[in-house]
Nanobody, 124 residues
Framework: QVHLAESGGGSVQTGGSLRLSCEAS?????????MAWFRQAPGKEREKVAG???????KYADSVRGRFTISKDDANDTLYLQMNNLKPEDTAMYYC?????????????????WGQGTQVTVSS
């Protein structure tokens, strides 16, 4: 079992920045080679914002490419999402997710493990 705990959400104005963190604990890091950040706004479908594979390959949603950066610190089992130039449409609950499938970060929407989420609110 993998436990994921997000932090770093908050309220910012348009153009501001936030850095989300996700601390993983439980199974060995090799048991979940794929990690990702998802978000879900009220009344909207969940969206995969960014994914990262074991070797550091990255994938971003078109809506955040160039503004968000996903990264990981394997030594500390922590996943990050640096969010710059935030917009009101970025307002959502952000979730950290992990999966045992090697390519889930690239192809999958249904991940095995999920955090509780952290709220990001961007005001105009």
């Amino acid at each position: 079992q993998v436990h994921l705990a997000e932090s770093g959400g908050g309220s910012v104005q348009t153009g501001g920045s936030l850095r989300l963190s996700c601390e993983a604990s439980g199974n060995s890091r090799s048991d979940y080679p794929s990690m990702a950040w998802f978000r879900q706004a009220p009344g909207k479908e969940r969206e995969k914002v960014a994914g990262i594979g074991k070797l550091g390959f990255l994938k971003y949603a078109d809506s955040v490419r160039g503004r968000f950066t996903i990264s990981k610190d394997d030594a500390n089992d922590t996943l990050y999402l640096q969010m710059n130039n935030l917009k009101p449409e970025d307002t959502a609950m952000y979730y950290c997710a992990a999966d045992g499938r090697r390519d889930a970060w690239l192809h999958e929407e249904q991940f095995m493990y999920w955090g509780q989420g952290t709220q990001v609110t961007v005001s105009s």
